[in-house]
């Protein structure tokens, strides 16, 4: 159907972040020319962990990307722990994961991930033409119609295909006429990151092969996220917290701060973990926001993916996984099978297909934010009609979507 309009694309990503590279690693896969345009030196991903259930993963691995490079762990089971002594109480098994859904659920150091997916996509071998990657190039205009961009350094470029990787605050979606309508969240989060040998030294070190998510709280604003990473040899842990704890007047995703104020957040939490974060580097405070749907992702030539299209609290830990399943169903939608040559005909595929799904779980997402019952993976027996579950986010054919929205068309 498609073959005959099948031709190499000169494709811009705007953004070299993780979900950038994505865009940037199945296009190539595609067989398109891609170019990467990156506002800093470098696209500083920082910090914490990073967990990738079977839905993102398995096309991590379609896309022959090197996944024992990024050093991961394999995720068993969820383990929720007593507050303030720490037991456990209660404990769900993953069981067949990858029986069930195909590939494993790992986690992984988002900056082990950002620097294998940096490395394979300008790489000449494999499939594709490698990308090209621009650095300090911040776009400041976009012309949909066009296909052209300029930028904050003078310099301009055009493209047959705009994929806007941009981020939470994208300018782009700006350019294409979306406002975005927020409203802070009641919650902040720390995030911060301790290695294997100083857990060692602490009598910590039930927590470094535990091969588990283990939460403390979560019905309720306060919840402690904490799993390993690299290898086993750094636990993460994302700390949330009530926003009115810091006046609500800081802002951002990278701003310091010491142990004793990590600790001091949780007076009454597991000694355990309080000993932990006295010890804790890499400190850092999140602002937490929550973005209405957009209208729309696509205008003329240009398509938003990621954070850029649908920004979701953390906690269904979906928010990587739902950027590399825009980014699948890009190469899916621009590949050999489906593509005809017209760019605003697969953008408009694009967006019918992900827009509904990631949205679902982004509201899930805003959901599981203080009750921890609503987290895809926790089973009580009786869930609701609406509620997110395991299977359908786990199990989902995207191929099968792509070709059942191409279909219904005719």
């Not at 309720?220 to 006046?247: D, M, Q, R, T, W």
């Amino acid at each position: 159907m498609g073959s005959a309009g099948h031709k190499p694309l000169d494709v811009a990503v705007i953004g070299a972040g993780l979900g950038g590279l994505c865009a940037a690693l199945s296009l190539r896969r595609a067989g398109h020319n891609v170019t990467l345009y990156e506002r800093y030196d470098f696209a500083g991903e920082v910090g914490a962990s990073l967990s990738v259930a079977s839905n993102g993963s398995r096309w991590l691995l379609n896309w022959d990307l090197d996944i024992d490079a990024v050093k991961p762990v394999v995720l068993k089971k969820l383990v929720m722990h007593e507050w303030e002594s720490g037991n456990i109480i209660n404990e769900y098994s993953l069981g067949d994961y990858k029986a069930k859904f195909g590939t494993e659920y790992y986690n992984f150091h988002r900056i082990d991930m950002h620097n294998v997916l940096l490395q394979t996509v300008q790489q000449k071998e494999g499939k594709g033409f490698a990308c090209r990657l621009e650095k300090n190039h911040k776009v400041i205009e976009v012309d949909a119609q066009a296909g052209t961009m300029v930028f904050e350094n003078g310099k301009t470029a055009s493209a047959d295909l705009i994929i806007a990787a941009d981020g939470i605050r994208s300018i782009t979606r700006r350019q294409i006429g979306i406002e975005p309508k927020v409203e802070g969240s009641t919650s902040c989060c720390y995030r911060c990151i301790i290695g294997a040998e100083k857990l060692k030294q602490l009598g910590l070190s039930e927590f470094i092969t535990n091969n588990g998510i283990e939460f403390w709280g979560g019905f309720g604003i306060n919840k402690i996220v904490l799993s390993a990473c690299h290898n086993n040899e750094v636990v993460s842990c994302y700390c949330f917290y009530p926003a009115v704890f810091n006046g609500l007047d800081k802002d951002g995703w990278n701003i310091g701060a010491t142990p004793q104020e990590l600790c001091d957040t949780f007076p009454d939490l597991d000694p355990r973990i309080k000993k932990l974060f006295l010890n804790a580097e890499d400190i850092k405070m999140w602002r937490l926001y929550i973005h209405e749907e957009y209208p729309c992702w696509v205008k003329g030539k240009v398509g938003l993916l990621g954070d850029a299209a649908h920004p979701m609290l953390p906690d269904q830990s979906q928010g990587f996984c739902q950027a590399i399943e825009d980014a699948a169903v890009l190469g899916e939608v621009f590949g050999e099978e489906h593509f005809t040559g017209d760019v605003e005909q697969a953008l408009k595929r694009y967006e019918k297909v992900r827009k509904e799904r990631a949205t679902r779980v982004q509201v899930a997402s805003a959901k599981a934010r203080t009750d921890l019952s609503e987290r895809i993976g926790w089973s009580t027996g009786n869930e609701r009609p609406d509620k997110l579950t395991i299977e359908e986010v786990c199990g989902y054919d995207l191929p099968a979507h792509v070709r059942k929205v191409i279909q219904g068309e005719v």
